[in-house]
């Protein structure tokens, strides 16, 4: 569903790191299996590009969508020197998380991935003002 975002759905790098951060915070929906409820997280994730859902439905049960899937595949395994255990999230062919316990920090690496990037510096603001906040409040 994140390739097919990148491939469909969205023209910034911050929209598309919004959807792919949604999405992960899904983690128990994505371990299931079940394609119905991860298409359910992916169009609530989507919320901004409601005429574009199905586009994202035919990627994620296309050929298309497990050619994405597959080079992703190919990718992981030329990162196969770094990856010590699963999940792993690279962007750019650079491994921003490195093992599941990073996940819980996925948008915080991501941002610090792509500081670079202008699009997604909107976003990565917001996330640091809400963690910001989190924080405070603790």
Do not use: W
């Not at 901004?48 to 595949?73: H, M």
């Amino acid at each position: 569903m994140v390739l097919c975002a990148g491939q469909h759905l969205f023209d910034t790098s911050a929209a598309h790191l919004a959807f792919t951060t949604c999405l992960m915070d899904n983690t128990a929906i994505l371990q299931s299996d079940n394609f119905t409820a991860i298409m359910d997280a992916a169009v609530q994730c989507a919320v901004d590009v409601p005429d574009k859902i199905d586009d994202l439905y035919n990627c994620g049960v296309s050929e298309e969508g497990y050619q994405l899937f597959r080079d992703a595949g190919q990718r992981q395994r030329e990162l196969a020197a770094i990856v010590t255990e699963v999940p792993i999230v690279a962007l750019n062919e650079v491994a921003v998380v490195r093992r599941g316990s990073q996940m819980g920090q996925f948008p915080e690496l991501l941002c610090r991935e792509m500081q670079e990037d202008s699009s997604a510096q909107e976003y990565c603001r917001l996330i640091q003002s809400n963690q910001r906040e989190v924080n405070s409040r603790e």
